[in-house]
């Protein structure tokens, strides 16, 4: 049988806004500039799909250390 469910989804900013990390440290994480990330959390910029589901992941186990 095959899956078709769609993988989670989650903003890199709400993840920022989750966790003690700084901006620069997500960037690095996201391997992106930290003006890109920036602008992301201004809002003058929305990340890709695929930064958003990498964030999914990345909270899960980012969030289950704490």
Known sequence: MTD???PPELNPVDLWHQTDKTQEELAEI???HPTTFAR???GSRKPSLAYRRRAAELAQQLLSRQ
Request: proline share 0%.
């Open 40 to 42: 992301w959390c201004n």
């Open 30 to 32: 996201f391997d992106v």
């Open 4 to 6: 078709y469910s769609t």
